[in-house]
């Protein structure tokens, strides 16, 4: 069992920034990837991107050159900055992961960002 905690969401203006953690209960090495989404209410979950095991981060053409995901493997943590927020990123953002060997996908509870006009 993986347990994944999101925080730093909030309310930003058009412009701002704000940078979202995903605490991971598990040594970061063990997992295949750690992924960022993001789901509005009555849309399907988006994906956003994903840093590797390797530390290799990709992106989806929506919000690449705007978010960046890292990891602090001392801290067992990945994190997705994100800048040149809009109103269409408002959503609630969620991380997820696979174990190496397991197809069980774990996800965290997710956190709300909300950006106003």
């Known amino acids: 069992q993986v347990q994944l905690v999101e925080s730093g969401g909030g309310l930003v203006q058009t412009g701002g920034s704000l940078k979202l953690s995903c605490a991971v209960s598990?040594?970061?090495?063990?997992?295949?990837?750690v992924a960022w989404h993001r789901q509005v209410p009555g849309k399907q979950r988006e994906l956003l991107g994903s840093?590797?095991?390797?530390?290799?981060?990709h992106y989806t053409d929506s919000v690449k050159g705007r978010f960046t995901i890292s990891r602090d493997y001392t801290k067992d943590t990945v994190y997705l900055q994100m800048n040149s927020l809009k109103p269409g990123d408002t959503a609630v953002y969620y991380c997820?992961?696979?174990?190496?060997?397991?197809?069980?996908?774990?996800w965290g509870q997710g956190t709300q960002v909300t950006v106003s006009s």
């Open positions: 598990t040594n970061i090495f063990s997992l295949d990837a």
């Open positions: 997820s992961t696979t174990r190496i060997g397991d197809r069980t996908v774990y």
């Open positions: 840093i590797t095991k390797v530390g290799e981060a």
